[in-house]
């Protein structure tokens, strides 16, 4: 995956696929440079790239790349949003996107009348955090965004009360039936409001193509330190993740094959 397709270089472009051609394109298609709030925020390609140096490739390719938040930022743009939950932060690229999108909403830095931030994040690592929190300094955002360290299965319960309109998984793949069924539990999603859902083809997914789901492995693997889940656990949990989604009568879904695989979901009004 490259994480840029905004400024490739003459080099890359001669070296590129016809598919990864085709991102370059879009993805100088969807900048405008005539927008207030410029539609790439200050400094997210340097983000990476810092990432990159001090984790290594398999590490820093957990961020989303400037295309994918371009996207994201888009549909907070369509929905009018003022507040955005993201479960996984990592190193702080998508919530300052998230921020990003909510300026050119209107939305003020600064806790709201409930002491709520614009953009909450929830992420287990302290030292991602604190990267993050950095970067957020660095691209003018920290006013917009709170970083809760801990286990986001907690926190995310804790938040119950609160609402978004726009909520992003993009945490560890085993608890995305958890994260999902919380949000709909605690009524943490605003009406008309829309989940985005990372990583939900990602690597041995489609081997699970037509094939039944097992809920007894899945519930084993979500149960397991995640970093003994192999390859192939992670695609079987994420298969019936998507299934599970795919036959809940209470949203919709569709899922776009484009980076490793997005979902979008949206509550259903007769619910």
Known sequence: MIFSFI???EEDVKNASEHVILNYYAAKASINP??????????????????????????????????????????VGLL???????IGSFTGSSAIYFANALKRNGVSPGPDAGDNMPVVG?????????????????????????IIVG?????LA?????????????????SY??????????????????????????????????????NVETEAI????LENVSVKQLGRALHDFNEYIRNDPRTEVVMFPVFTGMSFVRILDNV
């Not at 286990?151 to 926190?155: G, L, S």
Request: aromatic share 10%; no cysteine.
């Open 7 to 9: 400024n490739p270089s």
């Open 34 to 75: 005539q927008l207030s709030v410029p539609s790439v925020p200050l400094g997210t390609e340097t983000i990476y790239h810092e990432t990159l140096d001090r984790y290594g490739p398999h590490v820093a390719l957990m961020a989303i790349s400037d295309l994918q938040g371009v996207l994201q930022s888009f549909f």
């Open 80 to 86: 009018n949003a003022k507040r955005v939950l993201e």
């Open 122 to 146: 929830l992420d287990i690592s302290e030292e991602f955090a604190s990267i993050a929190r950095d970067n957020f300094d660095r691209a003018g955002v920290s006013g917009y965004v709170n």
């Open 151 to 155: 286990d986001a299965r907690e926190n």
């Open 158 to 174: 804790k938040l119950e009360g609160q609402q978004f309109e726009v909520i992003f998984i993009d945490a560890d793949k085993p």
């Open 177 to 214: 039936k958890f994260y999902y069924d919380t949000i709909l539990e605690k009524n943490l999603l605003s009406k008309g409001g829309l989940i985005i859902i990372d990583n939900t083809a990602l690597w041995k997914t489609v081997d699970y193509l037509n094939k039944p789901v097992d």
């Open 222 to 225: 979500s149960k397991m330190p």
